[in-house]
């Protein structure tokens, strides 16, 4: 295991690790604990009573984040050329169709979401190795999938994410930045969060929240009470 630097260790001081924190303080401390000079990405997981092999079991969904990532989320828009305007107009940072199929099929995947329309979707098939692994395939459930693609552009550039249980049944998501204030952090989790407790499978049983975990990049994790969140 790599030598921790003395920040790190300052910063692993500084955190209980039998302690469960409620989100306000966790909101707090995650920006105290940073040891990065740059503004690190604040991400949060969510370890959910599910399992993910069964269908019945997947949790799925997006959520609008009231003050969104903090990032610049780069938006492939694969349209008919009817529709260029409006997702140009919208913000997307690429915006064809062929020749971007061609690119994806050569490997390029240089963007964080790609947004286009039903009638594009079977030529999207043969790409699925592609963009499958990367979670790049857009998706009717999360609004990808659209006849309103300058709306879709639109709500993805404003903050708009899309999260899915991984096979370990944990949902990894960004709510932010280090420069957030505390409460533009909590709102964003809270935010999260609420929308997993709507998404609850009837299959799940016992806890459903199990365990909730902010950290920044390369800071130790601190745990949330979930009942701080969802009572």
């Keep these: 295991m790599a030598q921790l630097t003395k920040k790190q260790k300052e ?8 302690k469960l924190y409620t989100l306000e303080e966790a909101s707090a401390l995650v920006k105290e604990v940073n040891t990065t000079k740059f503004d690190a990405t604040v991400d ?3 370890r959910l009573g599910v399992d993910p092999k069964k269908a019945n ?20 828009a694969l349209v008919t050329p009817d529709k260029e305007d409006e997702a140009k107009a919208a913000g997307a940072d690429y915006v064809g169709l062929d020749e971007y199929l061609e690119k994806i099929k050569g490997g390029w995947t240089d963007v964080d979401v790609i947004v286009t329309m039903p009638a594009v979707m079977g030529k999207l098939g043969p790409l699925g190795r592609v963009l499958g692994p990367r979670g790049l395939m857009p998706n009717p459930k999360a609004g990808t999938v659209t006849m309103e693609v300058g709306k879709a552009v639109s709500d993805v550039k404003a903050g708009k994410i899309d999260f899915r249980v991984d096979r370990y049944g944990i949902v990894h998501a960004v709510i932010g930045k280090v420069s957030f204030t505390p409460e533009m952090l909590k709102e964003n989790a809270i935010e999260l969060v609420t929308t997993l407790d ?5 299959a799940a049983k016992g806890t459903y929240m199990r365990s909730i975990t902010i950290s920044s990049t390369m ?4 745990k949330v009470d979930p009942k701080s969140i969802i009572a």
């Design 57 to 76: 079991q997947m949790v799925r969904g997006v959520a609008s984040l009231p003050h969104g990532t903090g990032r610049d989320v780069k938006v492939l």
């Design 44 to 46: 949060i997981a969510v």
């Design 11 to 18: 910063a692993q001081a500084k955190i209980d690790n039998t």
């Design 198 to 202: 709507r998404l609850k499978p009837t």
């Design 219 to 222: 800071s130790p994790g601190i």
